[in-house]
Nanobody, 130 residues
Framework: QVQLVESGGGLVQAGGSLRLSCAAS????????MGWFRQAPGEEREFVAA????????YYVDSVKGRFTISRDNAKTTVHLQMNNLKPEDTAVYYC???????????????????????WGQGTQVTVSS
């Protein structure tokens, strides 16, 4: 079992930055691929970024490429999402998620599909004003 707790959300003006953190419990953090998703009111949950178990592979939705950076510290069992040059359209609840990869998945495995993730945090609100 993995428990995930997000933090770092808040209010920021367009062009500003926030750094989200996700603290994970459990002893098997390094076995999970991690992802960040977001959901705005009235919209479907959207993939934002993912990182493989070792941190060696990352992937981003096109709309945040060059602005967001996902990272993980397996020793501290945390994952971060550095968000720079924030835009009003980034406003959403951001969720941290963990996926136990399929059997025989390579070390670079990650997923962009919400239903494939096994554990979710409670979410943290990010609001970007114009």
């Amino acid at each position: 079992q993995v428990q995930l707790v997000e933090s770092g959300g808040g209010l920021v003006q367009a062009g500003g930055s926030l750094r989200l953190s996700c603290a994970a419990s459990g002893r098997t953090f390094n076995r999970y691929a991690m992802g960040w998703f977001r959901q705005a009111p009235g919209e479907e949950r959207e993939f934002v970024a993912a990182i493989s178990r070792s941190g060696g592979t990352t992937y981003y939705v096109d709309s945040v490429k060059g602005r967001f950076t996902i990272s993980r510290d397996n020793a501290k069992t945390t994952v971060h999402l550095q968000m720079n040059n924030l835009k009003p359209e980034d406003t959403a609840v951001y969720y941290c998620a963990a996926e136990n990869p399929p059997l025989n998945a390579g070390s670079g495995y990650y997923s962009t599909i919400p239903n494939e993730y096994d554990y979710w945090g409670q979410g943290t609100q990010v609001t970007v004003s114009s």
